[in-house]
């Protein structure tokens, strides 16, 4: 039985707002954001983090990025400008075990890391 939660998402056992969903990759809304638009964008197949070698088989992980500048110009962002990212392990806080890009924009999102 598959427990992963962005799976469940894909198959519509989770409800999410899905804002693209493609043969190979989905888009939804985060469910916590931390800017105005605050966008995941996730393989449809199940791939456990950057680190899993399924994330490199294909085009998925251009495919991934392709998305994610879709949405961005869906969301009106791509002229402001956002942030993509992908986190691994425990220093990057990564909580959710299948594999996800963070598009982030809609508002000046400061430095890239805080500095402390
Ligand atoms: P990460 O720290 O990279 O693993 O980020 C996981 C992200 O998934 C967080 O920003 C969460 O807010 C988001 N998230 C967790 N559960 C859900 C959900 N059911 N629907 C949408 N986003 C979620
Ligand atoms: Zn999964």
């Not at 954001?33 to 449809?44: E, Q, S």
């Not at 088989?57 to 402001?80: C, H, T, Y």
């Amino acid at each position: 039985m598959n427990e992963c939660i962005f799976c469940k998402i894909i198959n519509g056992e989770i409800p999410a707002e899905v804002v693209y969903n493609g043969a190979n990759v989905t888009a939804f809304r985060d469910i916590n954001p931390v800017a105005p638009v605050h966008v995941l964008i996730v393989p449809n197949r199940h791939v456990n983090d950057i680190r899993d070698e399924r994330a490199f088989e294909g085009d998925l992980l251009k495919e991934m990025f392709q998305v994610a500048n879709e949405v961005a110009e869906m969301e009106g962002i791509a002229e402001s400008g956002y942030r993509l990212l992908i986190n691994y392990g425990r220093d990057a806080n990564l909580v959710v075990p299948h594999l996800h890009l963070h598009l982030i924009g809609g508002r000046p999102l400061g430095p890239m890391v805080a500095r402390r």
